[in-house]
């Protein structure tokens, strides 16, 4: 029986498992700092559910990471401060973010996220490592729809051009 071969906690992580790893929890954690902030800024009350909803699902990523990272003695990365709550009348409108300019944060961060789990399943060895990326991944997919949804029904789209005809020359 081979190293690599059992039960996968019991196998080490590789190098690749570990930056990308470290370096997930590094951006997750920067990420609920930044939805923190942007909750404040936020005046839609759908737009504030998915940021809570995108909060409270990075903060699932950064429990299941630190643990992974310390049964691998992987020391940690310190927690940014929560960000206190403010309100919206507080901000002067120039210094505000802008609801459709936080949804377009939130969708490309859900972007993001998305080909860093994808790369992160791609290179594991371990399974269970590459099963966590693979929920992290699924939980993307469902908030990255629920955005979507919510910036076609507010008019927040921004799309490229649209292509309607077909030319006979293809």
């Not at 990420?31 to 936020?42: E, K, V």
């Not at 940021?51 to 990523?61: H, S, V």
């Not at 002067?92 to 490309?108: H, N, W």
């Not at 991944?137 to 077909?166: C, D, F, I, N, Y």
């Amino acid at each position: 029986m081979g190293i690599l071969s059992g039960n996968p906690k019991n196998e080490p992580m590789h190098y690749g498992e570990v930056f990308g790893a470290w370096s997930s929890l590094l951006a997750a954690k920067a990420a609920i700092a930044g939805y923190q902030t942007r909750l404040n800024h936020a005046g839609d009350d759908d737009l504030k559910k998915l940021l809570i909803e995108a909060i409270q699902g990075t903060q699932q990523e950064v429990e299941q990471l630190e643990t992974l990272l310390k049964e691998n003695g992987v020391g940690l990365i310190p927690t940014p401060p929560e960000r206190p709550h403010a309100s919206l009348n507080d901000i002067p409108t120039g210094a505000r973010f802008q609801d459709p300019e936080i949804i377009a944060a939130l969708s490309q961060d859900i972007i993001t996220g998305l080909v860093v789990c994808s790369q992160m399943i791609g290179q594991c060895i371990r399974e269970d490592i590459a099963m966590m990326y693979g929920q992290f991944h699924m939980q993307k997919v469902t908030l990255g729809a629920k955005v979507l949804r919510l910036s076609k029904e507010k008019g927040w789209l921004l799309p490229p051009p649209l292509h309607h005809k077909q030319t006979e020359d293809c």
